[in-house]
């Protein structure tokens, strides 16, 4: 399984899954549909779904474009406000494309129909991944927009926190820096959100993803994981 992070807008990730034997594809958070279909050009991938992690123009303008490109396209979330949404998805709902398989996890706090998807291939030495949109960030966690402080904790430490914590965090933007600054302000004398965070600094100066990290990683420095 290939995961392609994709940067654009200021600040936010699309990817691009993609199954290495059939090279059928899943698409994340499509906000930049001619972005999205360069890349698929250039794996030369066939798209067979986009998962959307939620309504916000920044995670989802692209559905729309995708659909009438590809008639048929499934449009997976968690919330009827999606674009082109045809699967209104449920917690703990498992999909398969190929040999790429997803199991839906209902999020709400940054909206309230936020969903994030865990992705993993059977048999495979490959680390699992979790897509998780505005929820989970490295070193930090969403705005809480629609949702409530109580909802954000229970999506942060009893859903997205129980997965195996070998799993790969992509999420929906790069805040790494400044989630981190913000950590190192509540924990001071953590060395590793210190380490952390210069590594960062240094990905930024270079213009380089900080994505993905490891959820067993967000336990030593994000904030939001370590109060659980």
């Known amino acids: 399984m290939k995961v392609k992070v994709i940067s654009v807008l200021e600040d936010n990730y699309m990817y691009l899954i993609i199954d290495e034997n059939t090279q059928h594809a899943v698409a994340v958070d499509v906000a930049v549909s001619k972005r999205l279909l360069e890349i698929i050009r250039k794996e030369d991938a066939t798209l067979r779904a986009i998962l959307t ?46 040999s790429i398989n997803v199991r839906c996890l209902l999020t709400p706090g940054h909206t309230s129909g936020h969903a994030c998807y865990f992705v993993w291939e059977d048999d495979s030495p490959d680390a699992p991944a979790a897509f998780t949109g505005d929820t989970l960030f490295i070193g930090g966690c969403g705005r809480i927009l629609e949702g409530t402080a109580e909802q954000m904790y229970n999506s942060l430490t009893e859903v997205l926190g129980t997965l195996p914590k070998e799993t790969k965090v992509f999420c929906g933007h790069e805040y790494t820096a400044r989630n981190l600054k913000f950590a190192l302000k509540v924990e001071p004398k953590n060395e590793l959100v210190k380490e952390k965070l210069a590594w960062a600094k240094l990905r930024e100066d270079e213009d380089v993803p900080t994505v993905p990290s490891t959820l067993a990683e967000e336990f030593f420095y994000n904030p939001f994981l370590r109060v659980s």
């Open 53 to 98: 992690t939620h309504h916000h123009w920044d995670h989802a303008r692209g559905n729309e474009d995708l659909s009438k490109l590809y008639p048929g396209l499934e449009v997976y979330g968690g919330d009827e406000r999606v674009g082109a949404l045809t699967h209104h998805v449920t917690h703990g709902e498992e999909l398969k494309f190929s």
